[in-house]
């Protein structure tokens, strides 16, 4: 043990803000930043209990938040090592934070020799090992409530493996679940699963070759025993080409209404069955939606659905391959000017991301007229459609130098545009 105190005090020396070691040969390693909308707080740890070798947590926890109720945990597949950190700094992600007050969790979890097959099933200490960084980051981030809320669990691939052994060892835990073309078959469920909204896509036979069978295989698995499983199948993509956060957070926000407690505090560990009388299902040959009680053929074969929302985007989705965003972002906020010289202005504002689809950029207006364009080209914040991820992670300061002259009267505003092109409310300064 004296070695690896050793080793952590040089950790915490030369690397980490704060290094600590448990009694159990666990090595724990923090770091903080301060971004724009929140903070990260990022924890790394290893122990001889795991049979993988390190796992990394980036944890994004909205600003001006002091009761979280829930936490979102992004679990990325095989062999894409390293890139979970990308969704704490998703701007989209972090308004769905903000929103629903949940702490987001980009998972990265290391194996050198077996890759996922070493952190795939939550017996490995993957689940374990998320257990204990959010007790650590909840006592970092004076939020020591964070380890006892209900776990909103994203995965692809190996990682909606992961979040389906998840939900086999940790259902009363879950609040609900997406897998994003999960891989592999975890077996036998316990009967409390039934009651988890699980929602899997996939693109078939010719896009998913390796694992299109195991959407099917467990939806049949768990929707043939009554539970709140749903299957998305969308045939012109592939097995790492799907616009999955389009359907997977509506999906997610249907669950949380119906789930989470109104009251606040402790009690979100307590969570609410699923309203019965609100769900609808889904035809998955002819794409026809029902409201439950109407639904003409086998329920139990039938797509099930939180409601007629999620019900109306579904049938959407598994058509076209996305859900277009009709509703226009927020309008950006604290807006600002510093005049620098005579010619010139110094314009600075702070925005929320739109939750159905980010931001593309942001628009400069003086009067009525466009003027200048943030960034001037390509966009602010964009994502892949492989491993969900987000790009750019360090984002401009959201501050441009505008020309006005001294005597100029014009009034100078700032608007917010989607990725589907809709534009925010303009918000003028004061």
């Known amino acids: 043990m004296s070695n690896l ?49 390190s796992a990394r947590y980036t944890i994004f926890i909205p600003a001006n938040t002091p009761e979280l109720q829930s936490v979102f945990v992004h679990q990325h597949g095989c062999t894409m090592e390293g890139r979970g950190s990308a969704t704490a700094y998703d701007v989209q992600y972090q308004a769905f934070a903000k929103k629903w007050k949940l702490a987001v969790v980009g998972a990265d979890l290391y194996s050198a020799k077996g890759n996922c097959h070493d952190w ?81 896509r996939h693109a078939g036979p010719v896009g998913d070759a390796c694992c299109w069978q195991t959407s099917l295989k467990e939806f049949h698995k768990l929707r043939s025993a009554g539970g709140y499983t749903s299957i998305a199948y969308t045939p012109y993509q592939n097995h790492n080409f799907s616009y999955v956060r389009y359907i997977a957070i509506p999906f997610f926000e249907a669950v949380m209404k119906q789930r989470l407690s109104v009251s606040a505090g402790p009690s979100y560990t307590t969570m609410r069955n699923m309203d019965s009388t609100k769900a609808w299902l889904g035809d998955t040959v002819s794409y026809n939606i029902y409201k439950a ?41 604290g807006v600002q000017i510093r005049r620098r010289h005579n010619v010139t202005i110094e314009l600075t504002w702070k925005a929320d991301a739109d ?56 009034k100078i505003s700032v608007s917010t545009v989607n990725h589907f092109g809709l534009e925010s409310e303009r918000t003028t300064i004061p």
């Open 5 to 53: 105190k050793s080793t952590c005090l040089l950790i915490a020396i030369f690397i980490m803000p704060f290094c600590a070691v448990s009694n159990n040969n666990t090595i724990v390693n923090y770091s903080i930043e301060e971004v724009a909308n929140g903070t990260i707080y990022v924890i790394s740890q290893k122990s001889d209990r795991y049979t993988f070798d």
């Open 355 to 410: 939750i159905e689809s980010g931001v593309s950029h942001f628009n400069i207006y003086k009067d009525n007229h466009l003027i200048g364009r943030f960034p001037n080209a390509g966009f602010y914040q964009q994502f892949d459609t492989n491993g969900d991820d987000a790009y750019p992670l360090q984002l401009p300061a959201l501050r441009t130098d505008v020309t006005l002259l001294w005597n100029d009267r014009g």
């Open 293 to 333: 009680a109407a639904y003409p053929g086998n329920k139990l074969s039938a797509a099930w659905l939180p409601d007629s929302i999620t019900a109306t985007k579904w049938r959407e989705y598994v058509i076209t391959g996305t859900v277009i965003d009709r509703t226009p972002p927020p309008a950006p906020y």
């Open 120 to 200: 795939r099933n939550a017996e490995s200490g993957s689940g374990e090992s998320l257990i204990k960084s959010l007790q650590e980051i909840g006592t970092q981030s004076g939020h020591p409530e964070l380890a006892k809320f209900p776990w909103l669990l994203w995965g692809h691939s190996g990682g909606g493996y992961w979040a389906l052994s998840m939900l086999r060892a940790y259902p009363e835990r879950i609040l609900g679940i997406f897998g994003y073309s999960p891989a592999f078959e975890p077996g036998a469920y316990p009967k409390a699963a039934l009651k988890v909204p699980v929602m899997m």
